[in-house]
């Protein structure tokens, strides 16, 4: 079966500060990657997506993937109140095959 | 504010009752899907369609229809729903199911309640 797993948070940063998020997916043959922001309710809004190992940087905002650990994470740098909300990784197994994590609330206190 | 477009974006509906969801997208893209989203779950993929054939069909119950007339535009036909279906659907499209990009874009969503 296929998952994708995030921690459910909360994760909690100061303003200013580097937020972590990590998701890790369980079907080797996945080929790519995406990071979506959920404010509360509001629809998922994507933010990055990454094809292949290594770094992608986007803003404040990095992608990293590594398929031999079965990991991808995102890197929010120099984080903001308006960051706070829920991101939610999603790993595409091919065309019509996404899988959603569960997604992981982030907090950045002023 | 994205190219998905959904009426209604609330819709509170008893069991008995049948009801259409409307999903538009204006990005020009060959797919377009229904995703599930309850509360402290993931979201779940409902169905799938490209060039308006229905590629995807992830267990749906039958009380659940989708349609896609064109590669615009999609529906999602309800009737005698359960309590248990209360939740925000949401629509999405992307350029492909074939090759890159595979990103999805989403629309609004509709908050569903079944009384």
């Known amino acids: 079966q296929k998952e994708v797993e995030q921690n459910s948070g909360p994760l909690s940063v100061p303003e200013g500060a580097i937020a972590s998020l990590n998701c890790t997916y369980s079907?080797?043959?996945?080929?790519?990657f995406f990071w979506y922001r959920q404010y509360s309710g509001k629809s998922p809004e994507l933010i990055m997506s990454i094809y292949s190992n290594g770094d992608k940087e986007d803003g404040r905002f990095t992608a990293q993937l590594n398929k031999a650990s079965q990991y991808v994470s995102l890197l929010i740098r120099d984080s903001q109140p308006s960051d706070s909300a829920t991101y939610l990784c999603a790993v595409n197994l091919s065309g019509q095959n996404f899988v959603f994590g569960p997604g992981t609330r982030l907090s950045v206190l002023p | 504010e994205t190219g998905v477009t959904q009426t209604p974006r609330h819709l509170v509906m008893g069991m008995t009752n049948k009801k259409s969801l409307k999903c538009e997208q204006h990005?020009?893209?060959?797919?377009m899907y229904w995703y599930k989203q309850s509360a402290k779950k993931p979201l779940e993929l409902m169905f799938v369609?490209?060039?308006?054939?229905?590629?995807e069909n992830n267990s749906v119950p039958s009380r659940f229809s989708p349609e896609c007339p064109n590669s615009s535009h999609l529906f999602l036909h309800l009737h005698t729903l359960q309590p248990e279906d209360s939740a925000l659907y949401l629509c999405?499209?992307?350029?492909?199911?074939?090759?890159?990009?595979?990103?999805?874009?989403f629309g609004p969503g509709t908050r569903l309640t079944v009384t």
């Open positions: 999405a499209s992307s350029q492909d199911i074939v090759a890159v990009p595979y990103e999805q874009y």
């Open positions: 079907d080797r043959g996945s080929q790519s």
């Open positions: 369609y490209s060039l308006e054939e229905r590629v």
């Open positions: 990005l020009g893209h060959n797919a």
